[in-house]
């Protein structure tokens, strides 16, 4: 089993930033990769950025490359999201999950998940 924690999500005007985190627990964190997904308004949660195990592969979805960067600290057992220049768009509920087969973009294939953080921007 692994516990993933969310925290740092909160109410951030447009062009703002933030930074989440993602506490993992339980089974070896080393051995995951990690991935980051979001859930808006009425909206089926949608892949946003994922990270290798070793953090030398990282992939974003389109509309947040550039913007977003995903990294971790293994040491720490966490994994992080910083979000600059947000929009309105990026509002949702943002959660952190563990996948034990290799990084992907599909949920599915991420077997433990957080309980999510809400992040909310205004225009």
């Known amino acids: 089993q692994v516990q993933l924690v969310e925290s740092g999500g909160g109410l951030v005007q447009a062009g703002g930033s933030l930074r989440l985190s993602c506490a993992a627990s339980?089974?070896?964190?080393?051995?995951?990769?990690m991935g980051w997904f979001r859930q808006g308004p009425g909206k089926e949660r949608d892949f946003v950025a994922a990270?290798?195990?070793?953090?030398?592969?990282?992939y974003y979805e389109d509309s947040v490359n550039g913007r977003f960067t995903i990294s971790r600290d293994n040491a720490k057992n966490t994994v992080y999201l910083q979000m600059n220049s947000l929009k309105p768009e990026d509002t949702g509920i943002y959660y952190c999950?563990?996948?034990?087969?290799?990084?992907?973009?599909?949920?599915?294939?991420?077997?433990?998940w957080g309980q999510g953080t809400q992040v909310t921007v205004s225009s």
């Open positions: 339980g089974r070896t964190f080393l051995s995951a990769a």
């Open positions: 999950a563990a996948a034990y087969m290799g990084w992907t973009t599909v949920a599915n294939r991420y077997s433990y």
């Open positions: 990270i290798s195990w070793s953090g030398g592969n990282t």
